[in-house]
């Protein structure tokens, strides 16, 4: 019988993980990578995948990066196809997304496209892509997709990419119920506040004091809260996990209104 530890490894899988080249979608990388997994990291622009692969390759593990566009069919296959060099990820973390901050009535039909492409289109066709490849190759796999808190609630200022993120749950639920057959789970990771190189000056300003204000808990989460979580749905840990939404946001869903 394996121990409690030897059960979140991940020795001898494929991971692929999209929009690796910097924020959540680095650490998760790395993280994946320290527990044995090899590691697809993919972005649209693969010179900004170097220094990761290298990161990867220094504490022992094996990366390959790969050029990915989330919101092209053929691109996404062309990925997998180069992949496939090495076989078929069984871990997939959708990570890749993007936001425009402008207030509702200045958000346009080009804002719109661009958010929910990459976003919500990105996510559904790469975890299909994904599906159909573990399908084909009897391989059991676990997706996990990046949502966010504000697939639940809502602020002002970046209504496309709220109104995406709960597209993301939604999208995470229905193929968690028609891949559960083929020993495929699907489930999503919805950060809150979550400090990066992108966000820590303004999560560091006077503006971002009175946002952590407002957090329960009084904190805002760091990369390395997102561990636990995201090893217990890529591992055997999670097995009997699908279709679930994990909050990692120190209580900032529950809050009070």
Not at 234 to 256: C, R
Request: charged share 20%; hydrophobic share 45%.
């Amino acid at each position: 019988m394996s121990t409690l530890l030897e059960r979140f490894r991940l020795d001898g899988q494929i991971a692929l993980v999209t929009g690796a080249s910097s924020g959540i979608g680095y650490h998760c990388s790395m993280l994946l990578a320290s527990m044995g997994a090899k590691l697809a990291v993919a972005s649209r622009r693969i010179d900004q995948l170097e220094s990761l692969v290298q990161a990867i390759e220094q504490q022992g593990g094996l990366a390959k990066a790969f050029s990915l566009d989330v919101t092209k069919s053929e691109s996404i296959k062309a990925c997998f196809d180069a992949i496939e060099t090495w076989g078929t990820p069984s871990i997939v973390v959708n990570n890749a997304g993007v936001s425009v901050a402008k207030s509702l009535l200045e958000q346009t039909e080009a804002d719109w496209d661009q958010v929910m492409d990459t976003n919500l289109k990105g996510v559904w066709l790469v975890a299909t892509e994904a599906a159909r490849r573990m399908v084909a190759h009897k391989t059991a796999g676990s997706i996990i997709n990046i949502a966010s808190i504000l697939g639940e609630r809502q602020i002002n200022g970046v209504a496309p990419y709220a109104i995406s993120k709960a597209g993301v749950i939604q999208t995470t639920k229905t193929m968690a119920l028609e891949l559960a057959r083929h020993d495929i789970r699907v489930n999503a990771i919805l950060p809150g506040y979550v400090v990066t190189d992108l966000n820590r000056a303004f999560l560091q300003s006077e503006l971002g004091e009175k946002l952590r204000m407002r957090i329960p808990s009084r904190r805002f989460s760091e990369l390395r809260d997102l561990d636990g979580p995201i090893l217990l749905l890529a591992s055997d840990a999670g097995k009997a996990m699908s279709g679930s939404t994990i909050a990692v946001d120190g209580a900032h869903l529950v809050g009070s209104l």
